[in-house]
């Protein structure tokens, strides 16, 4: 098929009317039009969490929040980047965590707002990745660090549940926290850590 036997639909990005190939994403579909955006956009893959838009689509008028460079546009949709700042106070060194007896109590110190989570699902349902994010914060609360972070593992934080979240839990960063501290306290495997010794005794080289 040639480009101009492609076919062609009709959307609506940030305002702008736009004809464009349905194989487009909706950033590319920009571009096609001549708009050149760049912000919010990073990537391109999906994984840096930059691009978020919310999206209805033709016959609904239900909204969901999508990444713009994984999401192909559609006939009739309607697409709106969205740009906010994405503050975190969560701060904090793994290295003042003496051991895993200390992790629950610094969890609670650096996120006191967890247990205040209302379980009202705004997080989850703003994911893009469809983590089961209010999941993950009820299981961090309550000390399962090593599961709250498996649940977390496609996050791209893309801070969409940091922004639904109305008691500023900020979820993405307990997914973060929760990653870490499990990695931080986790034994090392025995072949890495004879490796490690072996370069350290210059018995092992790394080829240039
Ligand atoms: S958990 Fe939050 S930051 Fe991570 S992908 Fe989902 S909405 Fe984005
Ligand atoms: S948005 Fe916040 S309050 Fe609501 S379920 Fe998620 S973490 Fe809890």
Not at 2 to 14: F, G
């Amino acid at each position: 098929m040639s480009e101009s036997d492609e076919p062609l639909v009709n959307v609506v990005i940030d305002g702008k009317s736009i004809t464009a190939p349905a194989r487009l994403s909706t950033i590319q579909a920009l571009w096609h039009a001549g708009y050149p955006r760049v912000k919010s956009v990073g990537c391109l893959e999906g994984v840096c969490g930059s691009c978020r838009i919310m999206v209805r689509r033709a016959g609904t008028a239900e909204v969901t929040m999508e990444l713009g460079c994984q999401t192909l546009i559609e006939e009739g949709m309607e697409v709106s980047f969205l740009v906010f700042p994405t503050p975190t106070h969560h701060t904090y060194e793994l290295g003042e965590i003496n051991n895993s007896w200390e992790v629950q109590a610094h969890f609670n110190r650096i996120f006191p707002e967890a247990d205040h989570c209302r379980h009202c699902s705004g997080c989850t349902r703003s994911c893009p990745k469809g983590i089961d994010v209010e999941k993950g914060v009820e299981l961090a609360s309550k000390g399962r660090f090593r599961e709250a972070g498996e649940l977390f593992i496609e996050c791209v934080m893309c801070n969409f549940c940091m922004t639904a979240c109305p008691e500023f839990i900020a979820p993405n960063h307990v997914g973060i926290f929760a990653r870490r501290v499990t990695a931080y306290f986790h034994i090392r495997p025995s072949n890495l850590i004879n490796r490690l010794e072996k370069l350290a005794r210059g018995e092992l080289q790394i080829p240039e």
